[in-house]
Protein backbone atom coordinates (compact mmCIF):
# COMPACT_ATOMS: atom_id res chain seq x y z
CA UNK A 1 0.00 0.00 0.00
CA UNK A 2 1.63 3.39 -1.12
CA UNK A 3 1.77 6.50 1.30
CA UNK A 4 -0.93 7.92 -0.05
CA UNK A 5 -3.69 5.09 -0.27
CA UNK A 6 -2.62 5.21 3.80
CA UNK A 7 -3.20 8.49 4.58
CA UNK A 8 -6.66 8.06 2.32
CA UNK A 9 -7.26 5.43 4.53
CA UNK A 10 -6.73 7.05 7.91
CA UNK A 11 -8.83 10.09 6.20
CA UNK A 12 -12.06 8.09 5.41
CA UNK A 13 -11.27 6.98 9.45
CA UNK A 14 -10.81 10.18 10.87
CA UNK A 15 -13.86 11.48 8.75
CA UNK A 16 -16.00 8.43 9.92
CA UNK A 17 -15.65 9.49 13.48
CA UNK A 18 -16.01 13.46 13.17
CA UNK A 19 -18.75 13.40 10.63
CA UNK A 20 -20.66 10.23 10.46
CA UNK A 21 -23.13 11.42 12.42
CA UNK A 22 -23.80 14.60 10.76
CA UNK A 23 -23.99 12.79 7.70
CA UNK A 24 -26.22 10.21 8.60
CA UNK A 25 -28.96 13.10 9.79
CA UNK A 26 -28.66 14.07 6.50
CA UNK A 27 -29.09 11.03 5.15
CA UNK A 28 -32.48 10.70 7.40
CA UNK A 29 -33.93 13.61 5.94
CA UNK A 30 -32.81 12.68 2.20
CA UNK A 31 -34.17 9.05 2.79
CA UNK A 32 -36.79 9.39 4.99
CA UNK A 33 -35.96 6.27 6.81
CA UNK A 34 -33.68 5.33 9.74
CA UNK A 35 -32.94 1.90 9.15
CA UNK A 36 -32.32 2.62 5.22
CA UNK A 37 -30.13 6.27 6.21
CA UNK A 38 -27.69 3.36 8.30
CA UNK A 39 -27.38 0.98 5.53
CA UNK A 40 -26.55 4.07 3.26
CA UNK A 41 -24.15 5.25 5.82
CA UNK A 42 -22.11 2.03 5.43
CA UNK A 43 -22.53 1.70 1.74
CA UNK A 44 -21.16 5.30 1.89
CA UNK A 45 -17.92 4.89 3.71
CA UNK A 46 -17.29 1.05 2.49
CA UNK A 47 -17.25 3.38 -1.09
CA UNK A 48 -14.98 6.02 0.50
CA UNK A 49 -12.33 3.12 1.65
CA UNK A 50 -12.56 1.95 -2.27
CA UNK A 51 -12.89 4.98 -4.23
CA UNK A 52 -10.55 8.20 -2.53
CA UNK A 53 -7.38 5.87 -2.34
CA UNK A 54 -7.59 5.53 -6.16
CA UNK A 55 -9.26 9.01 -7.26
CA UNK A 56 -7.46 10.85 -4.00
CA UNK A 57 -10.33 12.84 -1.21
CA UNK A 58 -12.67 15.08 -2.59
CA UNK A 59 -12.26 18.76 -1.56
CA UNK A 60 -15.53 17.93 0.25
CA UNK A 61 -15.45 14.53 1.80
CA UNK A 62 -19.03 14.92 3.72
CA UNK A 63 -20.79 16.13 0.49
CA UNK A 64 -19.42 13.40 -1.26
CA UNK A 65 -20.36 10.69 1.44
CA UNK A 66 -23.74 12.18 1.65
CA UNK A 67 -24.32 11.99 -2.31
CA UNK A 68 -22.83 8.16 -2.19
CA UNK A 69 -25.11 7.20 -0.03
CA UNK A 70 -28.01 9.06 -1.13
CA UNK A 71 -27.43 7.46 -4.67
CA UNK A 72 -26.13 3.61 -3.15
CA UNK A 73 -29.88 3.86 -1.52
CA UNK A 74 -31.46 4.29 -4.52
CA UNK A 75 -30.16 1.96 -6.19
CA UNK A 76 -30.74 -0.78 -3.72
CA UNK A 77 -34.47 0.68 -4.06
CA UNK A 78 -34.56 0.35 -7.22
CA UNK A 79 -33.52 -3.17 -7.13
CA UNK A 80 -36.02 -4.22 -5.24
CA UNK A 81 -38.91 -2.54 -7.68
CA UNK A 82 -38.46 -5.62 -9.66
CA UNK A 83 -40.58 -7.17 -7.21
CA UNK A 84 -42.48 -4.69 -5.72
CA UNK A 85 -43.91 -1.38 -7.78
CA UNK A 86 -43.54 0.97 -4.79
CA UNK A 87 -40.33 1.30 -4.82
CA UNK A 88 -40.12 2.26 -8.20
CA UNK A 89 -42.57 5.07 -7.17
CA UNK A 90 -40.10 5.78 -3.77
CA UNK A 91 -36.56 5.90 -5.91
CA UNK A 92 -38.56 8.48 -8.73
CA UNK A 93 -39.37 10.64 -5.68
CA UNK A 94 -35.76 10.25 -3.84
CA UNK A 95 -34.57 11.34 -7.50
CA UNK A 96 -36.23 14.27 -7.78
CA UNK A 97 -34.44 15.67 -4.57
CA UNK A 98 -32.03 18.10 -5.58
CA UNK A 99 -28.63 16.36 -5.77
CA UNK A 100 -25.95 17.23 -3.51
CA UNK A 101 -22.47 18.56 -4.86
CA UNK A 102 -20.03 15.90 -4.67
CA UNK A 103 -17.07 18.49 -6.79
CA UNK A 104 -16.06 20.92 -3.40
CA UNK A 105 -17.75 24.13 -1.73
CA UNK A 106 -17.38 24.29 1.67
CA UNK A 107 -20.14 23.28 4.47
CA UNK A 108 -23.01 25.45 4.06
CA UNK A 109 -23.97 23.40 0.69
CA UNK A 110 -25.26 20.93 3.51
CA UNK A 111 -27.45 22.50 5.94
CA UNK A 112 -26.62 21.21 9.56
CA UNK A 113 -29.59 18.46 9.44
CA UNK A 114 -28.46 17.22 13.02
CA UNK A 115 -30.81 19.99 15.22
CA UNK A 116 -33.73 18.79 12.77
CA UNK A 117 -32.62 14.89 13.76
CA UNK A 118 -32.72 15.96 17.39
CA UNK A 119 -36.47 17.66 16.88
CA UNK A 120 -37.53 14.81 15.21
CA UNK A 121 -36.22 12.23 17.85
CA UNK A 122 -37.64 14.60 20.61
CA UNK A 123 -41.40 14.58 18.97
CA UNK A 124 -43.91 15.03 21.53
CA UNK A 125 -45.55 11.77 20.14
CA UNK A 126 -42.56 9.65 21.63
CA UNK A 127 -42.28 8.95 25.11
CA UNK A 128 -39.06 10.39 26.71
CA UNK A 129 -37.77 7.34 27.08
CA UNK A 130 -37.63 6.67 23.87
CA UNK A 131 -36.83 10.62 22.72
CA UNK A 132 -33.93 10.01 24.65
CA UNK A 133 -32.53 6.25 23.43
CA UNK A 134 -33.17 7.54 19.77
CA UNK A 135 -31.09 10.60 20.44
CA UNK A 136 -28.29 9.04 22.06
CA UNK A 137 -28.06 6.24 19.72
CA UNK A 138 -28.55 8.31 16.28
CA UNK A 139 -27.43 11.76 16.92
CA UNK A 140 -24.54 11.37 19.58
CA UNK A 141 -23.08 8.13 18.32
CA UNK A 142 -23.79 5.86 21.27
CA UNK A 143 -24.07 1.84 20.74
CA UNK A 144 -26.58 0.28 21.75
CA UNK A 145 -24.76 -1.48 24.84
CA UNK A 146 -23.46 2.13 26.21
CA UNK A 147 -26.73 4.03 26.24
CA UNK A 148 -28.39 0.29 27.83
CA UNK A 149 -26.03 -0.08 30.48
CA UNK A 150 -26.08 4.03 31.15
CA UNK A 151 -29.90 3.64 31.94
CA UNK A 152 -29.34 0.19 33.49
CA UNK A 153 -31.57 -1.48 31.66
CA UNK A 154 -31.17 -4.96 29.14
CA UNK A 155 -30.17 -4.27 25.75
CA UNK A 156 -32.50 -5.90 23.90
CA UNK A 157 -34.79 -3.90 25.68
CA UNK A 158 -33.22 -1.02 24.28
CA UNK A 159 -32.80 -2.01 21.27
CA UNK A 160 -36.81 -2.35 20.83
CA UNK A 161 -37.50 0.98 22.58
CA UNK A 162 -35.34 2.10 19.60
CA UNK A 163 -37.33 0.37 17.13
CA UNK A 164 -40.16 1.54 17.91
CA UNK A 165 -39.30 4.80 18.28
CA UNK A 166 -38.17 4.72 14.40
CA UNK A 167 -40.87 2.96 13.23
CA UNK A 168 -43.29 5.49 15.17
CA UNK A 169 -41.78 8.46 13.62
CA UNK A 170 -42.13 6.70 9.67
CA UNK A 171 -45.49 5.40 10.72
CA UNK A 172 -47.05 9.30 11.73
CA UNK A 173 -45.04 10.99 9.18
CA UNK A 174 -43.13 12.81 11.94
CA UNK A 175 -41.14 15.84 9.78
CA UNK A 176 -37.46 16.37 10.33
CA UNK A 177 -37.20 19.72 10.71
CA UNK A 178 -36.93 22.42 12.90
CA UNK A 179 -40.59 23.87 14.50
CA UNK A 180 -42.18 27.39 13.70
CA UNK A 181 -41.68 29.89 16.62
CA UNK A 182 -45.02 28.75 17.88
CA UNK A 183 -43.98 25.39 18.61
CA UNK A 184 -40.26 25.80 19.52
CA UNK A 185 -41.11 26.67 23.34
CA UNK A 186 -43.16 23.37 24.08
CA UNK A 187 -40.32 21.59 21.98
CA UNK A 188 -37.49 23.06 23.70
CA UNK A 189 -36.84 21.23 26.97
CA UNK A 190 -36.64 17.73 25.59
CA UNK A 191 -33.75 19.30 23.37
CA UNK A 192 -31.93 20.68 25.62
CA UNK A 193 -32.11 17.49 27.86
CA UNK A 194 -31.20 15.01 25.23
CA UNK A 195 -28.29 18.03 23.94
CA UNK A 196 -26.80 18.15 27.79
CA UNK A 197 -27.10 14.12 27.67
CA UNK A 198 -24.83 14.43 24.66
CA UNK A 199 -22.44 16.86 26.42
CA UNK A 200 -22.25 15.04 29.47
CA UNK A 201 -21.12 11.40 28.16
CA UNK A 202 -18.41 13.36 26.29
CA UNK A 203 -17.48 15.21 29.15
CA UNK A 204 -17.19 12.31 31.16
CA UNK A 205 -17.82 8.81 29.16
CA UNK A 206 -20.04 6.00 30.89
CA UNK A 207 -17.52 3.49 29.16
CA UNK A 208 -14.23 3.55 27.41
CA UNK A 209 -10.39 3.42 28.04
CA UNK A 210 -10.81 7.98 27.55
CA UNK A 211 -12.58 9.73 29.77
CA UNK A 212 -13.79 12.43 27.60
CA UNK A 213 -14.76 12.79 24.34
CA UNK A 214 -13.97 16.15 23.30
CA UNK A 215 -15.82 15.73 19.70
CA UNK A 216 -19.06 14.87 21.09
CA UNK A 217 -18.37 18.35 24.18
CA UNK A 218 -17.71 20.54 20.96
CA UNK A 219 -20.57 19.10 19.00
CA UNK A 220 -23.06 19.68 21.83
CA UNK A 221 -21.73 23.19 22.45
CA UNK A 222 -21.91 23.74 18.41
CA UNK A 223 -25.96 22.51 18.69
CA UNK A 224 -26.76 25.31 21.67
CA UNK A 225 -25.12 27.85 19.69
CA UNK A 226 -27.31 27.16 16.57
CA UNK A 227 -30.41 26.72 18.75
CA UNK A 228 -29.86 30.01 20.77
CA UNK A 229 -29.81 31.83 17.16
CA UNK A 230 -33.13 30.53 16.55
CA UNK A 231 -34.69 30.55 20.10
CA UNK A 232 -34.21 33.76 22.73
CA UNK A 233 -34.24 31.89 25.66
CA UNK A 234 -32.72 32.09 29.61
CA UNK A 235 -32.49 28.49 29.59
CA UNK A 236 -31.04 27.90 26.57
CA UNK A 237 -28.49 30.46 27.25
CA UNK A 238 -28.02 28.62 30.71
CA UNK A 239 -27.12 25.39 28.59
CA UNK A 240 -24.49 27.30 26.54
CA UNK A 241 -22.91 28.24 29.74
CA UNK A 242 -23.03 25.46 31.61
CA UNK A 243 -21.21 23.73 28.77
CA UNK A 244 -19.24 26.29 28.04
CA UNK A 245 -18.07 26.59 31.72
CA UNK A 246 -17.89 22.94 32.04
CA UNK A 247 -15.56 22.62 28.98
CA UNK A 248 -13.14 25.20 29.85
CA UNK A 249 -11.79 22.65 32.27
CA UNK A 250 -11.50 20.01 30.37
CA UNK A 251 -7.79 20.05 29.64
CA UNK A 252 -7.16 20.34 33.42
CA UNK A 253 -8.93 17.67 34.70
CA UNK A 254 -6.92 15.06 32.99
CA UNK A 255 -3.46 14.07 33.71
CA UNK A 256 -0.72 12.73 31.42
CA UNK A 257 -1.48 9.48 32.00
CA UNK A 258 -5.27 9.86 31.15
CA UNK A 259 -6.51 9.31 35.13
CA UNK A 260 -8.82 12.13 36.31
CA UNK A 261 -7.73 15.02 38.52
CA UNK A 262 -10.06 16.82 40.82
CA UNK A 263 -11.34 20.13 40.71
CA UNK A 264 -9.53 21.21 43.83
CA UNK A 265 -6.12 19.49 42.40
CA UNK A 266 -6.26 21.25 39.10
CA UNK A 267 -3.91 23.46 37.44
CA UNK A 268 -6.28 26.80 37.20
CA UNK A 269 -3.88 28.59 34.63
CA UNK A 270 -4.92 25.45 32.20
CA UNK A 271 -8.47 26.54 32.27
CA UNK A 272 -9.86 28.28 28.99
CA UNK A 273 -10.25 31.60 29.92
CA UNK A 274 -12.37 32.27 26.60
CA UNK A 275 -14.80 29.63 27.34
CA UNK A 276 -14.96 31.43 30.92
CA UNK A 277 -15.94 34.77 30.32
CA UNK A 278 -18.47 33.75 27.60
CA UNK A 279 -20.19 31.32 29.82
CA UNK A 280 -20.18 33.56 32.63
CA UNK A 281 -21.63 36.30 30.49
CA UNK A 282 -24.47 33.78 29.15
CA UNK A 283 -25.05 33.35 32.97
CA UNK A 284 -25.65 36.87 33.33
CA UNK A 285 -27.84 37.34 30.79
CA UNK A 286 -29.68 34.06 31.62
CA UNK A 287 -30.35 35.28 35.71
CA UNK A 288 -31.33 38.67 34.44
CA UNK A 289 -34.46 36.88 32.72
CA UNK A 290 -36.70 37.23 35.50
CA UNK A 291 -37.14 33.34 34.27
CA UNK A 292 -34.52 31.43 35.88
CA UNK A 293 -34.00 27.84 35.44
CA UNK A 294 -32.06 24.42 36.38
CA UNK A 295 -29.49 24.94 33.35
CA UNK A 296 -28.99 28.85 34.82
CA UNK A 297 -28.79 28.09 38.03
CA UNK A 298 -26.08 25.12 37.22
CA UNK A 299 -24.37 27.32 35.08
CA UNK A 300 -24.05 30.09 38.00
CA UNK A 301 -22.81 27.28 40.17
CA UNK A 302 -20.42 26.82 37.75
CA UNK A 303 -19.23 30.31 37.23
CA UNK A 304 -18.61 31.01 40.79
CA UNK A 305 -15.89 27.71 40.51
CA UNK A 306 -14.46 29.38 37.81
CA UNK A 307 -13.78 32.66 39.22
CA UNK A 308 -12.19 31.40 42.47
CA UNK A 309 -8.62 32.06 41.65
CA UNK A 310 -7.93 28.83 43.87
CA UNK A 311 -9.83 25.99 45.51
CA UNK A 312 -9.46 27.98 48.83
CA UNK A 313 -11.06 30.81 47.36
CA UNK A 314 -14.08 29.14 46.52
CA UNK A 315 -17.33 30.29 47.63
CA UNK A 316 -19.08 27.77 49.17
CA UNK A 317 -21.50 29.80 50.77
CA UNK A 318 -22.62 31.50 47.71
CA UNK A 319 -22.94 27.96 46.02
CA UNK A 320 -25.23 26.23 48.91
CA UNK A 321 -27.35 28.91 48.00
CA UNK A 322 -27.83 28.31 44.60
CA UNK A 323 -27.76 24.98 45.51
CA UNK A 324 -31.09 25.53 47.46
CA UNK A 325 -32.63 27.24 44.88
CA UNK A 326 -31.84 24.93 42.63
CA UNK A 327 -33.38 21.85 44.77
CA UNK A 328 -36.56 23.86 45.33
CA UNK A 329 -37.34 23.96 40.99
CA UNK A 330 -35.67 20.64 40.48
CA UNK A 331 -35.48 18.52 43.26
CA UNK A 332 -32.93 15.61 42.39
CA UNK A 333 -31.04 13.07 44.67
CA UNK A 334 -27.54 14.31 42.65
CA UNK A 335 -28.42 17.72 43.32
CA UNK A 336 -28.95 16.74 46.99
CA UNK A 337 -25.59 15.26 47.23
CA UNK A 338 -23.93 17.94 45.14
CA UNK A 339 -25.58 20.37 47.85
CA UNK A 340 -24.37 17.85 50.64
CA UNK A 341 -20.72 18.08 49.38
CA UNK A 342 -20.58 22.11 49.15
CA UNK A 343 -22.12 22.07 53.02
CA UNK A 344 -19.61 20.25 53.98
CA UNK A 345 -17.14 22.09 52.46
CA UNK A 346 -18.36 25.23 54.33
CA UNK A 347 -19.39 23.65 57.47
CA UNK A 348 -17.44 20.60 57.72
CA UNK A 349 -17.24 17.39 56.72
CA UNK A 350 -19.45 15.81 59.56
CA UNK A 351 -22.64 18.30 58.81
CA UNK A 352 -21.45 17.13 54.69
CA UNK A 353 -21.73 13.58 55.80
CA UNK A 354 -24.96 13.37 58.10
CA UNK A 355 -26.96 14.89 54.77
CA UNK A 356 -25.21 12.15 52.14
CA UNK A 357 -25.94 8.94 54.77
CA UNK A 358 -29.65 10.42 54.95
CA UNK A 359 -29.75 10.20 51.04
CA UNK A 360 -28.31 6.79 50.77
CA UNK A 361 -30.71 5.55 53.21
CA UNK A 362 -33.42 6.42 50.63
CA UNK A 363 -31.51 3.80 48.20
CA UNK A 364 -31.93 6.22 45.39
CA UNK A 365 -28.04 6.58 45.25
CA UNK A 366 -27.05 3.15 45.87
CA UNK A 367 -25.93 2.21 43.11
CA UNK A 368 -24.29 5.68 42.02
CA UNK A 369 -20.43 5.50 42.22
CA UNK A 370 -19.73 9.13 42.81
CA UNK A 371 -22.20 9.12 46.02
CA UNK A 372 -19.81 6.38 47.41
CA UNK A 373 -16.16 8.45 46.47
CA UNK A 374 -17.87 11.58 47.34
CA UNK A 375 -18.31 9.29 50.88
CA UNK A 376 -15.04 7.94 50.97
CA UNK A 377 -13.74 11.62 50.44
CA UNK A 378 -15.44 13.04 53.31
CA UNK A 379 -14.29 10.17 55.63
CA UNK A 380 -11.08 10.44 54.77
CA UNK A 381 -11.09 14.08 55.68
CA UNK A 382 -12.59 13.46 58.76
CA UNK A 383 -10.16 11.53 59.58
CA UNK A 384 -12.37 7.69 59.78
CA UNK A 385 -9.46 5.44 57.22
CA UNK A 386 -11.05 2.47 57.86
CA UNK A 387 -14.92 3.65 56.67
CA UNK A 388 -13.22 5.52 53.41
CA UNK A 389 -11.91 2.53 52.34
CA UNK A 390 -15.60 0.67 52.53
CA UNK A 391 -16.75 3.46 50.37
CA UNK A 392 -14.16 3.69 47.94
CA UNK A 393 -14.01 -0.03 47.29
CA UNK A 394 -17.67 0.39 47.19
CA UNK A 395 -17.43 3.06 45.07
CA UNK A 396 -14.91 1.36 42.12
CA UNK A 397 -17.46 -1.71 42.27
CA UNK A 398 -19.53 0.49 40.38
CA UNK A 399 -17.33 2.76 38.56
CA UNK A 400 -17.75 1.12 35.02
CA UNK A 401 -15.27 4.03 33.46
CA UNK A 402 -11.33 2.42 32.90
CA UNK A 403 -9.71 5.67 34.24
CA UNK A 404 -12.15 6.25 37.11
CA UNK A 405 -11.07 2.82 38.03
CA UNK A 406 -7.62 3.20 38.20
CA UNK A 407 -8.33 6.83 40.28
CA UNK A 408 -10.04 4.68 42.56
CA UNK A 409 -7.81 1.87 42.56
CA UNK A 410 -4.79 4.72 43.15
CA UNK A 411 -6.60 6.23 45.90
CA UNK A 412 -7.09 2.46 47.27
CA UNK A 413 -3.18 2.15 47.26
CA UNK A 414 -2.36 5.53 48.64
CA UNK A 415 -4.85 4.14 51.89
CA UNK A 416 -2.63 1.03 52.31
CA UNK A 417 -5.10 -1.52 51.31
CA UNK A 418 -3.86 -2.83 47.80
Known sequence: M??????????????????????????????????????????????ALERWPVDGVPANPRAWLVSAGRFRAID?????????????????????????????????????????????????ALAIEAQVALTLRTVGGLTTEEIARAFLVPAPTLAQRVVRAKNKIRDARIPYEIPGQAELPE?????????????????????????????MCAESIRLARMLA????????????????????????????????????????????????????????????SQRVGPYALQAAIAAVHAEARTAAETDWGEIVGLYDVLLRIHESPVVELNRAVAIAMRDGETRGLELIDSLMQHGELAGYYLAHSARGALLLRAGRRDEAIISYKTARSLATQLQEQRFLDRRLAALGDR
Open 2 to 47: TDASTRAREIVESTYRSDSRRVLATLVRLLGDFDVAEEALHDAFAA
Open 76 to 124: HIRRRARFDARHAEIAAELESHVPISVHGGDDDEIPDDRLRLIFACCHP
Open 187 to 215: RIDAVLAVIYLIFNEGYSATFGDELTRAD
Open 229 to 288: ELHEDSEVDGLLALMLLHDSRRVARIAGDGEPILLDDQDRTLWDQAKIREGITLTTRALA
